[in-house]
């Protein structure tokens, strides 16, 4: 009598689960983080404060990890998205961003996305807009929360390839 009561308590736990998770319009969803993830770095360098920090998760949850030859100590990360802010607000003001008017494409895409939560890779290359000479390439991470209905940048991830990986 055990095993049936239970086995009916499992069954009917399990059809409730399947019948209430919601389905997501996968097509839609991409294109919706693929436009976030423009915005992020078409503001970025623009050094559009509010228009690059609108894409971000704004809380202690958000994390970036990353690496580049081009920072002193090659990696970078920000555990809070408060740090982040600062240093970008700081670096914007100071019209201090690298690459300003470079050209981004993406490759190898991935994604995987549920109702409220996304990750997606991608390759990265960047180039110098007139000339389109290879200014970097990177294999970058994305996660995303979606917060009021939009999505935003939970964590960043990037990890530059070493330049003289880069123009071989």
Not at 26 to 44: D, G, P, R
Not at 54 to 76: M, Q, V
Request: with cysteine; aromatic share 18%; glycine share 4%.
């Amino acid at each position: 009598m055990k095993n049936t009561y239970f086995t009916l308590l499992l069954c009917t736990f399990m059809l409730s689960c399947q019948q209430t998770a919601p389905k997501v319009d996968f097509e839609k969803e991409k294109a919706a983080i693929q436009a976030v993830i423009a915005k992020e770095t078409e503001s970025y360098y623009k050094q559009d404060f509010e228009a690059w920090k609108s894409t971000y998760l704004e809380s202690p949850a958000f994390r970036k990890y990353a690496y580049w030859e081009g920072f002193a100590e090659k990696i970078a990360f920000n555990n809070g998205f408060e740090s982040l802010k600062n240093e970008k607000k700081a670096q914007f003001d100071a019209d201090a961003t690298l690459w300003k008017g470079s050209t981004e494409e993406r490759a190898n895409e991935n994604f995987r996305i549920s109702p409220d939560m996304a990750w997606y890779t991608f390759e990265q290359y960047s180039y110098e807009k007139d000339t389109r000479k290879l200014l970097g390439k990177s294999l970058e991470t994305r996660v995303l929360e979606k917060q009021g209905g939009e999505w935003k940048i939970a964590y960043l991830g990037y990890h530059y390839f070493p330049d003289t990986l880069v123009n071989k």
